[in-house]
């Protein structure tokens, strides 16, 4: 299974497809768009140059937000340090509408951490 950003320069190569999304009510994700599917680092394949992103307005980071530098779309995050390890985000948004929809939506309060 693949996505992609919407130029198609980024691809992400996912070992299967998700049984959730979870939509994040933090201001990045709102902002953004960035729906959750997760997966273990090790099982995913990002191609194509990406550009890294870490809050500034946390008292401690905790993750690393990609995006695809030429249109612009979130792609995926990556934990720092102890943070989420062994867990990576895909933006559910760059799969193929079918691949998602009628899945669960966990919905989580990232907003009050």
Do not use: Q
């Amino acid at each position: 299974m693949v996505a992609r950003c919407h130029c198609g320069k980024v691809t992400i190569e996912l070992p299967h497809a998700p049984s959730e999304v979870t939509e994040c009510n933090c201001s990045l994700c709102r902002k953004t768009g960035f729906r959750g599917i997760y997966y273990s680092p090790d099982e995913v394949r990002v191609s194509g140059a990406v550009d890294p992103y870490v809050r500034a307005d946390l008292d401690e980071a905790c993750l690393t937000n990609w995006h695809c530098p030429t249109c612009g779309c979130a792609t995926h995050w990556t934990g720092i340090g102890v943070h989420a390890a062994g867990r990576m985000g895909v933006n559910a948004r760059l799969l193929d509408p079918a691949v998602v929809d009628g899945l669960p939506v966990k919905k989580v309060d990232g907003a009050s951490w």
